[in-house]
Antibody
Framework: QLVESGGGLVQPGGSLRLSCAAS????????MSWVRQPPGKGLEWLAN????????YYMDSVKGRFTISRDNAKNSVFLQMNSLTAEDTAIYYC??????????????WGQGTKVTVSS | QSVLTQPPSVSAAPGQKVTISCSGT????????VSWYQQLPGTAPKLLIHDSDKRLSGIPDRFSGSKSGTSATLGITGLQTGDEADYYCGTWDSSRHIYVFGTGTKVTVL
């Protein structure tokens, strides 16, 4: 129900744009988030965006470098990543709450897309 | 950077019980919106518990959640080999408008 794309190998200092396509639920009703997991490490929430795209929040580690956006007409959320460093190497997931689980948990997850930052 | 503290690992024999603690501060654990996620090797996280103690539909009642003060606990009874996974707690930090995950706990079935 969530499918990420856009990952790959990028050089340090480079940029990448991740996409996440939603299906099977009312995408436009939910805040959407991006979460990442570096190799062998834990989960790190990155950013989220309000249902209409008017409000966004970011983790300090990516503020000013990453931008989250959405297109409700295309049931998609995006993550523009700039000034990438090796520390950004991770699997990137998009995640969504759902009314069945009270809106404050990440009920729906994508399969993840791998981003590797290396020269 | 994780701000919720979990034990790195817990283990028990099949059929036994394990508990996983999750400790935070009033800005993040001061609400009742704690969730627990299970991550099997090589897969995306899966929601087990939401709103501190509510099992998602389809999750066996062997899994339970509770919360007291600024700590939450995940319990797994009747441990099975299929329960071997990493488990994460998570909740919203109301003061910083961000979501925070726990450090993660690896469950091993002996």
């Amino acid at each position: 129900q969530l499918v990420e794309s856009g990952g790959g190998l990028v050089q340090p200092g480079g940029s990448l744009r991740l996409s996440c396509a939603a299906s099977g639920f009312t995408f436009s009703s939910y805040w959407m988030s991006w979460v990442r997991q570096p190799p062998g490490k834990g989960l790190e929430w990155l950013a989220n965006i309000k249902v209409d795209g008017s409000v966004t929040y970011y983790m300090d580690s990516v503020k000013g470098r990453f931008t989250i956006s959405r297109d409700n007409a295309k049931n998609s959320v995006f993550l523009q990543m700039n000034s990438l460093t090796a520390e950004d190497t991770a699997i990137y997931y998009c995640a969504s709450p759902h009314s069945r689980s009270g809106y404050y948990a990440f009920d729906i997850w994508g399969q993840g897309t791998k981003v590797t930052v290396s020269s | 950077q994780s701000v919720l503290t979990q034990p790195p690992s817990v283990s028990a024999a099949p059929g036994q019980k394990v508990t996983i603690s999750c400790s935070g501060t009033t800005s993040n654990m001061g609400n009742d919106y704690v969730s627990w996620y299970q991550q099997l090797p090589g897969t995306a996280p899966k929601l087990l518990i939401h709103d501190s103690d509510k099992r998602l539909s389809g999750i066996p009642d062997r899994f339970s959640g509770s919360k007291s003060g600024t700590s939450a606990t995940l319990g797994i009874t009747g441990l099975q080999t299929g329960d071997e996974a990493d488990y994460y707690c998570g909740t919203w930090d109301s003061s910083r408008h961000i979501y925070v995950f726990g450090t993660g706990t690896k469950v091993t079935v002996l």
